[in-house]
């Protein structure tokens, strides 16, 4: 199903690495709010590591930006300044319409909730009570979570919509029709890295699958990405 005109998701798995590859998520969080800012769309911190944008044709721009992208650099958590390298995964989804989300159903019992507090913005109300909601899809171990509402009961369905719209996605990938259909346990999809961003011993960020490379780093990660997602469009 096409779905280019929806708004969409991104969310960004940091890999092992400790501090190093916790900033480079958050960096790459921070770039792609830029970005979203720079055209003028809406952004909704849902957790730590994932925001909803919505805006005109927000998946079709950003749906090319899934995969891993690699950090080089001089770690600032490296009390002996050697060279890191660091990598993230950013997933991309489109945001379901009310009505294919209503007609997926998943069953109670493929479902595990867990409520946390936010750690979130929202003021003191908002950390006294357990309002964020994470959702895990026992059969595949997808999970979704939410914590940008302040009743727990909004965070369920944004966590629910979202979860949805990763198993649509998987469905897709997989060809396959039902949800029932995928039993099988997965894990990320990490494999080959779609960008790289050196910092050190020289600036460069290339993107590995259109040749498109900028040597103004700075710029890139504070949301300059026309250059590299136009030529992916085309």
Do not use: C
């Amino acid at each position: 199903m096409e779905y280019n005109s929806n708004n969409a998701t991104l969310s960004v798995l940091a890999g092992a690495g400790g501090e190093d590859a916790k900033d480079w998520g958050e960096m790459l969080l921070r770039m792609y709010g830029r970005f979203a800012d720079s055209r003028g769309w809406k952004k909704i911190l849902l957790n730590d590591h994932t925001l909803e944008i919505r805006g005109e044709g927000v998946y079709v721009f950003l749906k090319k930006e899934s995969g891993v992208h690699r950090l080089v650099r001089i770690s600032p958590f490296d009390a002996k300044k050697l060279r890191h390298t660091s990598f993230a995964l950013v997933e991309v989804l489109p945001e379901l319409p009310e009505l294919e989300a209503e007609r997926m159903i998943i069953p109670e019992k493929d479902l595990k909730i867990e409520f946390t507090r936010s750690s979130g913005p929202g003021g003191q109300n908002v950390n006294k009570v357990e309002t964020a909601v994470r959702l895990v899809h026992l059969p595949t171990g997808l999970s979704a979570s939410s914590q940008a509402e302040r009743s727990q009961a909004r965070n369920r369905e944004r966590a629910l919509k979202l979860l949805k719209a990763k198993l649509v996605t998987l469905m897709e990938a997989r060809q396959v029709e039902e949800v029932e259909d995928l039993r099988t346990k997965i894990k990320p999809e990490w494999g080959n890295q779609i960008r790289s961003y050196v910092l050190h011993p020289y600036k460069m960020v290339k993107d590995h699958r259109t040749g498109v490379e900028t040597g103004n780093v700075e710029a890139v990660l504070d949301g300059a990405l026309d250059k590299f997602i136009q030529a992916e469009l085309k």
